[in-house]
């Protein structure tokens, strides 16, 4: 099983970046699907999870009406739209696929890395 992240980059205070996460090797519809961030110096920290297409997304506070979770179970894969980006949203992001049944995560990506700097 593999997860695939990109669209990381540099991205200017206020910007967007579309980050894709690439699932094979699992059944990926039966899976929950979440990003998560880890910044330098910080522990890994929840972003927000997909159950599937008929469930409403959760979200961590501190992106709630900036970042938009969504996924597309014909291609297997996740995505996360980030607008308004502010430096502090700079970080590691890891997609994460766990059972639905489970709280621990089977799988990882390698993280794309987003920079939010002037």
Do not use: H
């Not at 522990?43 to 506070?61: D, F, K, L, M, Q």
């Not at 014909?74 to 992001?93: F, R």
């Amino acid at each position: 099983a593999q997860l695939v992240e990109s669209g990381g980059g540099l991205v200017q205070p206020g910007g967007s970046l579309r980050l894709s996460c690439a699932a094979s090797g699992f059944i990926f519809s039966s899976y929950v699907m979440s990003w998560y961030r880890q910044a330098p110096g910080k522990e890994r920290e929840w972003v927000a999870s997909t159950i599937s297409p008929g469930y409403s997304p959760t979200y961590a506070n501190s992106v709630k009406g900036r970042f938009t979770i969504s996924r597309d179970n014909a291609k297997n894969a996740v995505y996360l739209q980030m607008n308004s980006l502010k430096p502090e949203d700079t970080a590691v992001y890891y997609c994460g696929a766990r059972e639905r049944s489970s709280t621990r995560y089977d799988y990882w990506g390698q993280g794309t890395q987003v920079t939010v700097s002037s």
